[in-house]
């Protein structure tokens, strides 16, 4: 059974940093692309980033490039995504997913197993 667990969301301050982890179990973690979203309230769930499945390329939102970093070590089975220059409007729950396809993708649709999710607030 494949489990995703997300955590190191919290609250923060408008300017700050966050790192969040993804540790994905019971699945070859190497062999796949990894992709992070996040659902504000009231608002669908939007793409954030992904990288490929040995971390090589990378895609973004376009209102996170140059602060957010997708990475991942998959001697430790587990994809971070790096979030600096916080901003208020980045609040939401942030989920991480796994891509069983040909990688980078954009829509929620091409992910098959989630996470339960990681709550980042970040106040003005």
């Known amino acids: 059974q494949v489990q995703l667990v997300e955590s190191g969301g919290g609250l923060v301050q408008a300017g700050g940093s966050l790192r969040l982890s993804c540790v994905v179990s019971?699945?070859?973690?190497?062999?796949?692309?990894m992709g992070w979203f996040r659902q504000a309230p009231g608002k669908e769930r939007e793409f954030v980033a992904a990288v490929g499945w040995y971390g090589g390329k990378t895609v973004y939102e376009d209102s996170v490039k140059g602060r957010f970093t997708i990475f991942r070590d998959n001697t430790k089975n587990t994809v971070y995504l790096q979030m600096n220059s916080l901003k208020p409007e980045d609040t939401a729950l942030y989920y991480c997913?796994?891509?069983?396809?040909?990688?980078?993708?954009?829509?929620?649709?091409?992910?098959?197993?989630w996470g339960q999710g990681t709550q980042v607030t970040v106040s003005s």
């Open positions: 997913a796994v891509d069983p396809g040909l990688g980078l993708q954009k829509s929620e649709r091409d992910y098959d197993y």
């Open positions: 019971g699945r070859t973690f190497g062999n796949y692309a």
